[in-house]
Nanobody
């Protein structure tokens, strides 16, 4: 079965850190661009980070730049989102998505949702004191 699954969500106090992981079954995640999105209650979905495949390029939304880092863990074939200095406004459901139409692409990845065709079900992140 082809799917993408997120893990690592939870509750943390403001200023704390969390690490999310994205893994895939049915296809090798290493070869495809991957992006992270989030959606807070009552708000639109927001693309926050992406990582390319062949070139390893990354991009971040201004709202998380300098606090979040996206990397690939080739030993586990996962994509990790390291989130530091978390704020209350980071609360939401976090989704991982893969663009399986861009095998080993050298193009800059995007945080726009259009190219991503496999999405996980999301993992909840709550930042609260």
């Amino acid at each position: 079965q082809v799917q993408v699954v997120e893990s690592g969500g939870g509750s943390v106090q403001p200023g704390g850190s969390l690490t999310l992981s994205c893994e895939a079954s049915g296809f090798p995640l290493d070869y495809y661009p991957v992006a992270w999105f989030r959606q807070a209650p009552g708000k639109e979905r927001e693309g926050i980070a992406c990582i390319g495949s062949a070139d390893g390029s990354t991009d971040y939304a201004d709202s998380v730049k300098g606090r979040f880092t996206v990397v690939r863990d080739y030993t586990t074939t996962t994509v990790v989102l390291q989130m530091n200095s978390l704020k209350a406004e980071d609360t939401g459901t976090y989704y991982c998505a893969a663009d399986t139409m861009s095998y080993w692409s050298r193009a800059q990845c995007t945080v726009l949702p259009d190219p991503y065709d496999y999405w996980g079900r999301g993992t909840q992140v709550t930042v609260s004191s």
